[in-house]
């Protein structure tokens, strides 16, 4: 126990955020932190539109009562992908990746695309992508 947690505190030191990082075991587990997430999500909040297979989308952040993503039919005049503003690590991840298919492909069915998307960032996690502090 006693190694592990030296490990963890000289790679807090290192990555200079001594609350995001505690090591269990040999694995990494990311910790909540208010002024950490709000600053991805501010990063986020400046995006106003994407393009997705050519067409253009409003990119909206806000807090969302009955879903974590929406996206408009692509053949809406003005067409939105809305992200719910709670949405936090491996969750914003795969509702962003989940509403970036439905822009992409928009005919495939929700239950499809919701066990494609969190499949995705599962794999992705597991391969070390995360959402970095935008002063790093």
Same mark, same amino acid.
């Given at each position: 126990m006693e190694r592990k947690g030296k490990i963890g505190l000289l790679l807090s030191i290192y990555l200079r955020k001594p609350s995001l990082v505690?090591?269990?075991?040999?694995s990494c587990i990311p910790l909540?932190?208010?002024?950490?997430t709000h600053q991805i999500m501010r990063?986020?909040?400046k995006i106003k539109t994407?393009?997705?297979?050519g067409n253009r989308y409003n990119f909206v952040v806000k807090k969302l009562r009955i879903a974590r993503g929406l996206?408009? &039919?692509? /053949?809406?005049?003005?067409?939105t992908v809305y992200i719910d503003s709670r949405e936090r690590g491996k969750e914003l991840l795969a509702t962003l990746i989940d509403e970036f298919i &439905?822009? /992409?492909m928009w005919e495939i069915q929700n239950d499809v695309v919701d066990e494609i998307s969190d499949d995705i960032?599962?794999?992705?996690?597991r391969c070390g992508v995360r959402f970095q502090d935008e002063h790093q």
């Open positions: 505690w090591f269990v075991a040999n909540y932190n208010y002024n950490y990063a986020i909040e994407v393009t997705i297979r996206t408009e &039919h692509p /053949a809406t005049k003005h067409k &439905h822009c /992409a960032a599962d794999a992705l996690w």
